[in-house]
């Protein structure tokens, strides 16, 4: 459990056998055997593999869901997000680094999201088909959520062809209210 406490906590897994090296010597306790990198790896990985299995479940599991995307560029490295949101909660499916912003971009990520959700999912259950879990996922999905912008826009219905449907587009308006608020503290800045 310590190991998974740490990868949880972002510790970097190079540290962790360190780590627990060091909290057993300071415990009094003795270890005869410390989990290498390799095997601390693997365990972050198995966590990523739960958290996929438990989205594609909620996904199969749920009708009337939302998928939601945004992005944001730091260091000039472009991130993506992908989540999917229930009347109560929200599974966040991947953030990954893409290419650049376009439309195309953006729907190959949230499709991509799906297939290796659907990949999981039929891994862990030998009765179930990729296929099937794929359409099944793809049905219970209703609406979007993004920025109000036109790449986003775009993106829905470049995903509408493929999936065979038309999901209802909504909009987050925080980013407006972010720029009124900077704004007004700039004007605010200018009047002391």
């Known amino acids: 459990m310590h190991v998974f406490d740490c990868i949880v906590n972002k510790t970097p897994t190079a540290n962790i056998p360190i780590l627990i090296s060091q909290f057993y010597k300071r415990s009094g306790l003795h270890l005869d055997y410390v989990p290498q990198c390799s ?51 929200c599974l966040s499916a991947a953030v990954e680094e893409l ?49 109000r912008c036109a790449a986003d826009h775009a993106a829905i219905r470049v995903v509408n062809s493929p999936w065979g449907k038309s999901l209802n587009e909504f909009y987050c308006h925080l980013h407006p209210l972010d720029s009124i608020a900077t704004s007004v503290r700039s004007a605010l800045k200018m009047q002391k």
């Open 39 to 89: 095997a601390v790896e693997v365990m972050a990985q198995e966590l990523g593999a739960i958290a996929e299995l438990q989205t594609a479940e909620m996904l199969l599991a749920t009708k009337g869901l939302t998928v939601g995307f945004d992005a944001t560029t730091q260091e000039e490295i472009h991130i993506n997000s992908v989540h999917f949101t229930t009347t109560n909660k």
């Open 99 to 147: 290419a650049g912003g376009t439309a195309e971009d953006y729907a190959q990520h949230i499709c991509e999201t799906i297939d290796n959700l659907c990949k999981t999912y039929t891994y862990f259950n030998l009765q179930a088909n990729y296929q099937g879990t794929r359409q099944n996922i793809i049905a219970n999905i209703s609406n979007t959520m993004s920025d």
